[in-house]
């Protein structure tokens, strides 16, 4: 079997898809296929044509991804990322601008995001989704928002979020969101500046 190396690519260039053991990519980088490896690690301007397939990964920048993101451990993205499919890991954590085309899964998942986010499914253990503070003056230029079709979870924190369907077991809505449907077992607190139409214990 041969064995794992890793790459580091700094600059502008591209790196073919397959199997590595640590990945570094900074500067303007494309991966050109499906790619396996222990952890990457994407600054600057990046993109996936493919799946990218590992136990960590860190996204800094500007990032594409044509596929999914599939991590057994941590996720941590930080800039403006847009996934074509989805993302999953043991823990997800964003911060800024995120657009996912499919589901994006967890045990614990927590956005911090800013200007218009849309994630069309989102489903953990615990759910944290809030406005990122810092952004007064962006959010009078773009408002802030994340929209999603529905969100599901145990333990389910919501700021300014727009939401078909929630389902959990506790719920909080703080403020500005609007929400078609609630779904909760136990424990649901809602801001008196959030909309939510049809309120169902289960």
Known sequence: MN?????????IGSINGGGYRNIKMTG???ILNDITCESIILEGVSKVIGNINCR???IEGTFNCKGSIEANDVIRINGYSKIDENIQGREVNVDGKLEVKGLLSG?????LFL??????????????ILQEKKSLVTGLIMPNKLISESIEGDTII?????????????????????????EYE???HIDERSKVESIVKI
């Open 107 to 111: 045990d614990k998942i927590k956005i």
């Open 115 to 128: 200007g218009r986010n849309k994630i069309k499914e989102i489903g953990g253990e615990e759910i944290i």
């Open 56 to 58: 960590d990964a860190a």
């Open 3 to 11: 064995k794992l190396h890793d790459i580091n690519l700094d600059g």
């Open 28 to 30: 303007v980088g494309t």
């Open 158 to 182: 919501l700021e300014n979020t727009d939401c078909d369907i929630v389902r959990g077991k506790n719920v909080t809505i703080k403020g500005i969101c609007k929400i078609r449907k609630i």
């Open 186 to 188: 136990d424990e649901i």
